[in-house]
DNA sequence: TCGAGATGGTTACAAGTGTAACCGTCGATT
DNA sequence: AATCGACGGTTACACTTGTAACCATCTCGA
């Protein structure tokens, strides 16, 4: 049964084991130490890196689905680490920003991920990282340019 | 609020996004072809190359969990794509291998998996997909020998 | 000014998932 | 042969997720 096809060779398999690796890895470091789910820890950045944000920014900004930042929103509200506030003119959005609290936690997480990164930077060598995500770009760029003749 | 963090530059973040998209963009061409699953499809890819395998080595093969693997193949039992066989000298384990539907269907996604490939290549040029790869392959690799001391 | 449709955001529901507990079998030790 | 731990595989449970429906508000054109 000679059949060329090979999962191992599958771009859509490897990413997904390679990044479902990473992610475990990454994840255990705050998933403990913080309680937090990977899309608080996202809204989180988003917020912390950019600043007040609305819902559906910080879901274009980390790309996530809306009813997955609206959770993850809640959850972070629950916690006192962001308060909504309304915007005067439009009431259907909310402009989100982070307590202090909420900023202290995202520095230190934030940290966490910078040393993670130049751990793995150390072990593959510097500019590997880079290439790497040279190439993830260009493979999204050519998803979302052939995505849109089909939608 | 400067913040040297990006995000856009952290590499779990970017493998994550890429994985999803391009996770989304090969399911959308079998899901609803086939009424799949990925998991389903990952055993199927397994058996359908390797040939007779135990629910052991799929989940190695195919890295999944083996409860995912146990649901999968009981849905590709149902639907009559693969049958089990027993082991003569342990009563434990079950060889699981392909029917001839379940074939005919393996070599249709095969090829389905190989053109979707093919069209990457095309867009993004030759050999850039080998060197994606290979830079996943070393971030695998460096987790994994990272990860001996952690466990 | 009054709709019709678009948009920001939330929520009910169904499906998929991992954890942990479980069953049956095996192998080694006694 | 009896026992104990390891192993292959399945399942109950809780939790996460996306889909679709929903509510409230806004916008634009008749």
């Not at 959005?93 to 930077?121: C, M, N, P």
């Amino acid at each position: 049964m000679p059949d060329s096809f090979d999962l191992e060779s599958f771009l859509p398999y490897r990413l997904n084991r390679a990044a479902e690796l990473i992610s475990l890895s990454f994840s255990r470091e705050y998933k403990q130490r913080f309680q937090m789910t990977r899309p608080e820890w996202r809204a989180l950045a988003a917020l912390g890196s950019v600043g007040r944000m609305t819902a559906t920014e910080i879901g274009t900004h980390s790309n996530m689905h809306k009813t997955k930042v609206s959770r993850a929103v809640a959850a972070l509200e629950e916690r006192r680490w962001l308060k909504r506030r309304e915007n005067e003119t439009d009431r259907r959005v909310e402009h989100l920003e982070l307590t202090a609290a909420g900023l202290k936690a995202y520095r230190e997480i934030a940290d966490l991920a910078q040393t993670y990164q130049a751990s793995l930077e150390a072990a593959l060598g510097k500019g590997a990282i880079a290439r790497i995500e040279a190439g993830l770009a260009d493979v999204e760029r050519a998803l979302l340019a052939g995505a849109k003749g089909r939608r």
